[in-house]
């Protein structure tokens, strides 16, 4: 009846999930660099006063980086709500506090600090949270393992097959 099930087998539904949340992270990280010409200065042409949101940069440019912080966290609450780890690299680019994508030089600042401890330090440019990484030459992360790493197998299933 049932299809026997295998270490190297993908749930069909979690390989969907997977590409949504592949989507949602790119196109955060492209939100968080994007900025259109806002509305109020092109009726206007002058300086609103009321800008006081971080939404709006001073040349009359409106950031998207809140889209992007939403489909952050939307990817964040998916991956909680059906138990799916976030590689760690993609939980690092973001934001635990606020959920901006931390792109270098763009929404965060990089520091490197040389003391008895060294660390790499990613401030998130936002709200100032800063995270620390501490620079252990022999540490491997879980998902750098070369022993837990699965093999993809190259066919489809024929559950996603047709409907694809
Ligand atoms: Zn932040």
Redesign the pocket.
């Known amino acids: 009846m049932g299809k026997k099930k295998t270490n190297n087998d993908v749930n069909p539904q979690h390989m969907q999930t997977f590409q949504r949340l592949n989507f949602l992270y790119q196109a955060a990280a492209l939100m968080t660099l994007t900025s259109v010409p806002s509305n109020e200065s092109n009726s206007t042409k002058t300086k609103s006063s009321s800008i006081s949101e971080d939404r709006t940069i001073n040349d009359g440019r409106t950031s998207l980086a809140p889209v992007g912080r939403y489909y952050n966290a939307n990817m964040k609450k998916i991956a909680k709500h059906l138990v799916l780890r976030l590689d760690p690299a993609i939980k690092r680019s973001v ?6 994508s931390l792109i270098p030089s763009k929404s965060s600042n990089i520091c490197f600090k040389a003391d008895e401890r060294p660390a790499t330090i990613v401030t ?6 800063e995270r620390r990484f501490l620079a252990r030459p022999a540490h491997r992360l879980f998902s750098e393992k070369s022993e837990n790493i699965l093999q993809f197998v190259g066919h489809i299933h024929p559950a996603i097959g047709s409907d694809l």
């Open positions: 934001c635990k506090r606020c959920h901006t998130c440019k936002t709200c100032g949270t």
